[in-house]
């Protein structure tokens, strides 16, 4: 490489910290760019050995797994690379002085040579705690050894790589937080909403999926939209006041605003700061939870019989009670008699540990049963 640095370069090099190739485009031009045989990014952990994350160009993933568990302790550019100073590129040719018996070892015979490898070229480009990101480099014998001027000018490639690297694993550990939270929002029955600090809802669930179907909320250009414009600015309140409580050290703010449907009752929404605990509060957040006291519970029967160790016949006779149902009606459905109902509902009574029907459903109804969705529900929300 002639010239400081090639622009076409520092772009694929960034270019990586958004595709989802990663670096491969970048160290192929690499490649191209400095006359190599072969490149290697890796980034990996220096205790374990697990690799976080692999590129590989001119030299197959098999020939790199066999280097890491029979050849990397005979390496003595790799030796001279971990414990010279880091984010500097050091060659095999120019930092390195290779006994005689060098030609001799399994590491030359069996890993090298095979593959016509003459030179190399490396760096540590960054460490971060255990983990550190190693660029190597490699020229075949019809190749020319490595220069001192090339090591400059990869020298000055470094900030770059490092920024990249980082910016690419704050963007992935960014995309894995929102991927858990979207995870754990999905894992409610309850719809619910999350909105960003402008107020666009960033994700809802499954649940509220279903409820924007029904025409009383829907999204236009991300902004929630209730079905009069008196109760859309309401509600656009409502969240915007949650969403600056999420950014204060003051107490939480719950609001809640009930919506009027047609020949129902209201919609209830619960609105609430999301706080972020041990993080700066410069940006906000809010999630809003919706309940319709005219839906029916969905649960299923196994979840409830594997929490209380119900049989399916109790199992089933304590969703009908939650649903609103009596033990005539079961027992009509059922086609069974009222005292083979009553019977059942004593054994769930001394199972759960409750005396009255009163009871039985309040337990039932603040159980995991009904707030976790379950998978039945999920299909439901999904066709």
Known sequence: MTKALNHDL?????????????????????????NLKAVTMVIRHVETQEVKSLWLAGITRQWVESYSLDYARDDLLAQHIMTAPIANFYASNLHVSLPASFSGTRFYTEWLAPQGVAFASGAVVLQEGPWVTQLILQRAANQAPFEQEEMAHLNQLVPHLQRAIQMRQRLADLQLDQRF????????????????EYAKVTHYNRSAANLLTNHTLWLEAGHLQANDSEMTRKLGLEITKSIAASRSQEGDLNS??????????PLMLMIAPLQLTGTPRTHGAALMF????????SVTMDLVRRLFKLSNAEAELSIALCIGKTLDEVALERGTSIHTIK??????YLKTGTRRQAELVSMLLASPAFFIAQKQMRQTSEV
């Open 256 to 265: 809640v605003v009930l919506l009027p449907r047609k020949n129902q009752l």
């Open 290 to 297: 919706a309940f319709d006291p005219e839906a029916r519970p």
């Open 181 to 196: 939270l979207a995870g754990g929002l999905d894992m409610l029955a309850m719809p619910t909403f999350l909105f960003d």
């Open 10 to 34: 520092l772009g694929h090099l960034y270019d990586g910290v958004m595709t989802p190739t990663g670096f491969q485009f970048f160290i192929e031009e690499l490649l191209e760019i400095f």
């Open 343 to 348: 019977s059942q509902l004593k054994n769930i």
